[in-house]
């Protein structure tokens, strides 16, 4: 399993960013996918996932009617749409899936991608 972000980068408070997820050794198609961030000095937090058909999302309180997730199975990518971006954004941002086999559960993440959000 590996998952490949990208798209984070310096961006202007109010601006926007898109980020990708790339999925590639397992039937991207049948997992749910989720983005999550890490802003300095703070604990990893869920932003917003989309369930393996893309019918259902949610998202964190701090991101609703901002951030958008969507995904393309075609591609085998998940997007991170977000909009208004404020401070409070800045962070490394992380693709995340997970599966079940045998009782066991195997978390899977990507390397991260870095938002700054500044002046």
């Known amino acids: 399993v590996q998952l490949v972000e990208s798209g984070g980068g310096l961006v202007q408070p109010g601006g926007s960013l898109r980020l990708s997820c790339v999925a590639s050794?397992?039937?991207?198609?049948?997992?749910?996918m989720s983005w999550y961030r890490q802003a300095p000095g703070k604990e990893r937090e869920l932003v917003a996932a989309?369930?393996?058909?893309?019918?259902?999302?949610n998202y964190a309180d701090s991101v609703k009617d901002r951030f958008t997730i969507s995904r393309d199975n075609a591609k085998k990518t998940v997007y991170l749409q977000m909009n208004s971006l404020n401070p409070d954004d800045t962070g490394v941002y992380y693709c995340?899936?997970?599966?079940?086999?045998?009782?066991?559960?195997?978390?899977?993440w990507g390397q991260g991608t870095h938002v700054t959000v500044s002046p």
């Open positions: 995340y899936t997970y599966r079940l086999l045998a009782r066991q559960r195997y978390d899977y």
């Open positions: 050794g397992f039937t991207f198609s049948n997992f749910d």
């Open positions: 989309i369930s393996s058909a893309g019918v259902s999302t």
